[in-house]
């Protein structure tokens, strides 16, 4: 049996059975996305929450309400991913790192060394769904009248003081790609409490187009493929990853990231709004948020439990206090060499590799120059991402696959070595 991290995890039976029937209807659907937004806001408890084709049109549309331009400074933590910068870049604003504290979100003090004059913005990523130090950062951007975005790509759930992750910035993105908390394949959200700021969101979104036929069956087929195709084939000497980097490589199935955006440069088919039929999806998840959740948050003490006193530092492993993470990932740092053990677990059928590894903006291939970082900017991102690895937690890791991944980590952990 395949364990994996990162391909498609949220999709269950009833999910399938759901694409299968967008697929034959494709085009014909309308309302979705209202719906959507309308369940969102409900949820989140925000006013205003617009639709778009991904997190990081999300994100654009955010910059562009609060007229981010060329020149200003957007500081980001150290620690993320390039779909965040590419929206900064686009804008020829100036992407600003910050180095992480010991929850691997933005840290307070470096954050504070780093405001200029020309900071416009600070956006707080509550990096695998453990919140970050929010009211503390809240604080330091109202003294210094900067607009604070929350990223919640990660964190769609997760509770600072009984408040969603979410509702404490001006704005804030979330994101319902393949991986993420609740997953429609790709599509996010924008959400605000500011009339002002949802006016510009909302300028923003009527005047993009929607994505194409291609696009929209591309993104529904990912997760019939992995699921009914991909993942068994990973059994026969690992065929499921080449099959994959085929069907990748002739552009029949999507990248979650593109080449593109590795080079710091947001491909215009990006930015589009969100076609009805992810709509429909990402709703349908929604619906199931609760109860994940509450699954990865079992399988979070499960990791927890087992994996304590056996050498692996775990940053997540500490007082909850007014933290109520989800646990989106479970994060362990490892002492041996990561490529090593991450083909060792490849070998044993378990698939960690889920991208967060080696740069401090990931993917590991990033071209981290184009994304105007500087090496030595955060030491501590720096140092977290060459021996980070992070545990699956999602609906469909039972307690007996953690144990599979427990006792593999238990039995190769210093022993790797460098070879």
Not at 144 to 171: P, V
Not at 272 to 289: D, G, I, R, T
Not at 292 to 303: D, M, P, S, V
Not at 403 to 410: G, S, Y
Request: aromatic share 10%; net charge positive.
């Amino acid at each position: 049996m395949i364990i994996s991290s990162a391909l498609s995890p949220n999709t269950e039976q009833d999910d399938l059975k759901l694409i299968k029937r967008l697929i034959w209807h494709l085009q014909k659907i309308e309302g979705a996305v209202s719906e959507l937004e309308e369940a969102f806001s409900g949820f989140i408890g925000l006013k205003y929450c617009f639709a778009f084709n991904s997190g990081r049109t999300a994100f654009l549309a955010i910059l562009q309400a609060l007229n981010v331009k060329e020149g200003d400074e957007v500081l980001v933590q150290g620690l993320t991913c390039a779909v965040l910068i590419t929206p900064i870049l686009y804008l020829k604003a100036k992407p600003i790192f910050v180095d992480i504290d010991e929850t691997l979100n933005i840290d307070p003090i470096d954050l504070k060394n780093k405001i200029t004059s020309k900071t416009k913005a600070i956006v707080v990523q509550h990096t695998f769904g453990w919140p970050a130090k929010i009211v503390e950062i809240k604080e330091i951007a109202k003294e210094r009248n900067i607009f604070l975005i929350e990223d919640c790509a990660h964190s769609l759930g997760s509770q600072y003081n009984g408040s969603y992750c979410g509702t404490f910035g001006d704005a804030s993105f979330f994101s319902f790609g393949r991986d993420k908390v609740i997953s429609s394949v790709f599509g996010g959200m924008a959400s605000t409490n500011d009339k002002s700021i949802a006016l510009g969101i909302k300028q923003f979104q009527q005047e993009l187009k929607q994505p194409s036929f291609c696009w929209t069956l591309k993104h529904l087929l990912n997760p019939i493929l992995i699921n009914s195709f991909i993942l068994p084939l990973y059994s026969f000497w690992g065929l499921g990853k080449w099959v994959l980097v085929f069907l990748q490589k002739t552009h029949i199935l999507p990248r979650p990231v593109s080449e593109k955006e590795k080079q710091g440069k947001m491909p215009k088919h990006f930015i589009k709004k969100m076609p009805n039929e992810l709509a429909v999806l990402a709703k349908h998840q929604l619906v199931k948020l609760e109860r994940f959740n509450k699954h990865r948050k079992g399988i979070a003490e499960f990791y927890v439990q087992e994996l304590g006193g056996s050498g692996f530092i775990m940053p997540f492993n500490r007082p909850f206090e007014k933290n109520n993470p989800n646990f989106m990932k479970f994060p362990i740092l490892v002492n041996t060499n990561l490529k090593v053990i991450l083909e060792k677990a490849r070998r044993a059928n378990i698939l960690l590799g889920d991208g967060w590894r080696e740069t401090p903006i990931v993917p590991f291939d990033t071209n981290i120059k184009k994304m105007s970082y500087q090496w030595g900017s955060c030491p501590k991102a720096e140092k977290i991402a060459d021996c980070l690895i992070n545990l699956p937690t999602h609906i469909n890791i039972s307690q007996e696959g953690a144990l599979r991944i427990v006792n593999f980590l238990k039995n190769n952990n210093g022993n790797t070595g460098n070879n």
